[in-house]
């Protein structure tokens, strides 16, 4: 029985180019397996398939019954709605630990680096399997992307040498000018509707019971969001309603300047302020240095929820 390979809902360039390098890997050593994602394929993600000449993963939501390789999550907010339904044979990720469970044992590759392309690396070596010139290109993007071209404090020295060893094998002379030719496209929001662009790369999460929605933009000049804000700020108002969460987050993360301005709507906007030591000004607050939804946005809000 052939698995499937999947990311996480609201799929990102790791979830996609990790689903097809990992399907890859697995069929090369005996193990059938299907790359699938769980959502739309975002600009950026088209503009790395494109570079190197793939498809999108086929489109499935459903997998009860079949077996699943969990790829760029263990949250169950993140993953398939059936996926209690179905059977986890494997798990590649570098977030925090969630609540994902299994009934069966499982394999699990799960490491403290930048991407979850990072350890797939570690994974072709060691099956000691060849990786292809364009798969090769495509995990070195999704690297580029998780860490923001290094920039993100999530970067490691692991993520470093991966993606100067697959520039090597994908033939890419400037790994970074690649990189910034990918948040060019990303930074291209203009004409988009304001819940496309919060829902971009958004990310429910449970803390201590209560539902909290994180979307994150990631842009060269926060400039891009002068006319569309107020939009933006009334759209986060309204999902929250809409999905009964406690709060809704919107991080505008400027990759020069390496900071984020966080739009905030929230049942209480204290607790906010309390996770991150900040003083909230009319719903918005500037956190310096701020990059990372997981490493520096999560954990604060998730202490300030468990009291
Ligand atoms: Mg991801
Ligand atoms: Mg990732
Ligand atoms: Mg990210």
């Known amino acids: 029985?052939?698995?499937?390979?999947?990311?996480?809902?609201?799929?990102?360039?790791?979830?996609?180019?990790?689903?097809?390098?990992?399907?890859?890997?697995?069929?090369?050593?005996g193990e059938e397996a299907i790359p699938t994602r769980l959502g739309e394929v975002s600009p950026e993600t088209q503009f790395i398939?494109?570079?190197?000449g793939f498809e999108a993963p086929e489109l499935k939501m459903s997998y009860a019954g079949e077996d699943v390789y969990i790829v760029d999550h263990t949250e169950k907010t993140q993953a398939p709605d059936d996926i209690d339904q179905a059977r986890?044979?494997?798990?590649?990720?570098?977030?925090?630990?969630?609540?994902?469970t299994t009934s069966t044992p499982l394999?699990?590759?799960?490491?403290?680096?930048?991407?979850?392309?990072?350890?797939?690396?570690?994974?072709y070596d060691f099956y000691n399997v060849e990786i292809p010139k364009g798969i090769a290109g495509l995990m070195m993007c999704a690297i580029l992307s998780d860490t923001v071209i290094?920039?993100?404090?999530?970067?490691?020295?692991?993520?470093?040498?991966?993606?100067?060893?697959?520039?090597?094998?994908?033939?890419?002379?400037?790994?970074?000018?690649?990189?910034?030719?990918?948040?060019k496209v990303k930074s291209a929001v203009e004409g988009t509707p304001a819940r496309d662009l919060v829902m971009r790369d958004f990310k429910d999460f449970n803390m201590n019971g209560n539902l909290v929605g994180i979307g994150q933009l990631e842009v060269i000049d926060l400039a891009v969001f002068d006319d569309i804000k107020a939009d933006l700020e009334a759209d986060i108002a309204k999902l929250k309603e809409e999905g009964n969460r406690h709060s809704v987050l919107?991080?505008?993360?400027?990759?020069?300047k390496e900071g984020s301005q966080m739009l905030i709507a929230s049942d209480d906007e204290g607790l906010v302020?309390?996770?991150?030591?900040?003083?909230?000004?009319?719903?918005?607050?500037?956190?310096?240095g701020v990059l990372s939804r997981k490493k520096?946005?999560?954990?604060?809000?998730?202490?300030?929820?468990?009291g």
């Open 1 to 29: 029985m052939a698995m499937y390979v999947v990311g996480h809902k609201i799929p990102d360039s790791d979830s996609i180019c990790g689903a097809i390098a990992l399907a890859y890997l697995k069929n090369q050593i």
């Open 88 to 100: 986890v044979v494997g798990v590649v990720d570098h977030h925090k630990l969630g609540d994902l």
């Open 150 to 183: 290094f920039k993100s404090p999530t970067c490691t020295t692991a993520d470093i040498k991966c993606v100067e060893a697959l520039a090597e094998i994908a033939g890419i002379d400037d790994a970074k000018e690649l990189g910034m030719e990918m948040f």
């Open 273 to 288: 302020a309390k996770a991150y030591g900040a003083e909230i000004s009319d719903s918005k607050v500037w956190l310096d």
């Open 49 to 52: 398939l494109d570079r190197f």
């Open 250 to 256: 919107l991080l505008l993360t400027d990759i020069m």
């Open 107 to 123: 394999e699990c590759w799960i490491r403290p680096v930048g991407c979850s392309n990072t350890i797939i690396k570690m994974m």
């Open 296 to 306: 520096q946005v999560v954990p604060p809000l998730q202490e300030a929820f468990a």
